[in-house]
């Protein structure tokens, strides 16, 4: 079935330091992989995505990257600030004619000053 | 331009008892979607509309159930409420009707007693 997995589950760095999480799909019939983050009693905010005919996609100080071989995407977050501190959902859905998104299990992100 | 806005924004009920939600899609916005957020099984895909039809459907019980008026707002309702049920439920739109470019709510915290 669909399933997405997502590592690491919380992920702590200083300011400035660079953050990776990473996610793995297991629908071949993905081909749009979001990006969400989620603050405190607020609901998930789209940040950046990816389509599978897309290897690699950068906004400012946030990319992705696909693999569509391995089935893997990434978020790569540079030069981290303490606003960056939330919870990352990443997901995947077949596209076209679907609004279901299948997503990971969420990483903590914790930006120290 | 607002939001997608739900309403209530925090719920108390007893087992047994049951609950609507309502949602309020971004103005222009034909489709709506339900998710619900726990803890332990992450964000799930509840249902899917687009312009009134049901088009997608979760692995949820009948007790969850929901509807889609011309206007595009969306209500869903959970019946014979369980302790499991409380979770953050949470509504999403877009334009096309596709998972790209999906903007969520803030959501109703539902909490059964």
């Known amino acids: 079935g669909e399933n997405v997995e997502q590592h690491p589950s919380t992920l702590s760095v200083q300011e400035g330091d660079s953050a990776v999480i990473k996610c793995t799909y297991s629908d071949s019939a993905s081909n749009y992989f979001p990006w969400y983050k989620q603050e405190l009693g607020k609901g998930p905010q789209l940040i950046i995505d990816?389509?599978?005919?897309?290897g690699e996609k950068k906004d400012q100080r946030i990319a992705v990257t696909l693999n569509k071989t391995a089935k893997h995407f990434s978020l790569h977050i540079t030069e981290t600030q303490p606003e960056d501190s939330a919870v990352y959902f990443c997901?995947?859905?077949?596209?076209?004619?679907?609004?279901?998104?299948?997503f990971g299990t969420g990483t903590r992100l914790l930006v120290s000053p | 331009k607002a939001g997608v806005t739900q309403t209530p924004r925090y719920l108390i009920k007893t087992r047994g008892q049951q609950v609507t939600l309502s949602c309020s899609p971004i103005s222009g916005h034909r489709s709506v979607s339900w998710y619900q957020q726990t803890p332990g099984q992450g964000l799930q895909f509840l249902f899917e509309?687009?312009?009134?039809?049901?088009?997608n459907k979760g692995n949820f019980p009948g007790r969850f159930s929901g509807r889609q008026f011309s206007n595009s707002r969306s209500e869903m309702n959970v019946s014979t409420l369980e302790l499991g049920d409380s979770a953050l439920y949470l509504c999403?739109?877009?334009?096309?009707?596709?998972?790209?470019?999906?903007?969520f709510g803030s959501g109703t915290q539902l909490s059964v007693l």
């Open positions: 509309y687009f312009s009134e039809t049901q088009r």
């Open positions: 997901a995947a859905s077949r596209g076209t004619g679907f609004q279901k998104l299948v």
């Open positions: 999403a739109s877009s334009l096309e009707g596709r998972a790209e470019k999906l903007f």
């Open positions: 990816i389509r599978s005919n897309v």
